[in-house]
């Protein structure tokens, strides 16, 4: 099936969200979570389709009080990382970014729900 006509539900199970999850966690944005995860905990997190583009992941990670989305082009491996938006209460957020769908580890590292945690 052509790219365009992917279902976003569908990227999800494949290698597209897992090749953003391994980008988002090199990137600056996974070092800032790494560090915002020492301070304010472990939190919530989900790795979905953006509107707008088949080859753009959206990121959420959400705390109590704060979230963060960043996008993850899994078709330009050169473009960096980048922020979507911000806030501070998780009510602000769409329904699709709260489908809890990946675990962030008390290292920091995200990764989606259901894939084991990588050998030392």
Same mark, same amino acid.
């Given at each position: 099936m052509? &790219?365009?006509?992917?279902?976003p539900r569908l990227? @999800?199970?494949g290698?597209?969200f897992q &090749? ?9 944005a996974?070092?800032? !979570?790494t560090?915002? *995860?020492r *301070?304010l905990g472990?939190?919530?997190?989900? !790795?979905?389709a953006?509107a707008g583009?088949?080859?753009? !992941? &959206?990121v959420t990670v959400a ?5 963060y989305?960043w996008?993850v %082009? !899994?078709?330009? #491996?050169?473009?960096?990382?980048? #922020?979507l938006?911000?806030?501070s209460?998780? %009510? ?9 769908? @990946?675990?962030?580890? #008390?290292?920091? &590292?995200l990764r989606l729900?259901g894939?084991r945690?990588p050998?030392?």
């Amino acid at each position: 099936m052509p &790219r365009s006509r992917r279902h976003p539900r569908l990227l @999800a199970e494949g290698p597209p969200f897992q &090749r953003a999850v391994a980008r988002f966690n090199s990137s600056n944005a996974g070092h800032a !979570v790494t560090g915002l *995860t020492r *301070t304010l905990g472990v939190p919530k997190a989900s !790795v979905g389709a953006s509107a707008g583009s088949p080859d753009l !992941v &959206r990121v959420t990670v959400a705390w109590e009080l704060s979230w963060y989305q960043w996008g993850v %082009d !899994v078709a330009d #491996e050169l473009r960096p990382v980048f #922020e979507l938006g911000k806030g501070s209460e998780i %009510d602000q957020l769409d329904a699709a970014a709260k489908q809890w769908n @990946a675990v962030v580890g #008390e290292d920091g &590292r995200l990764r989606l729900a259901g894939d084991r945690a990588p050998s030392r």
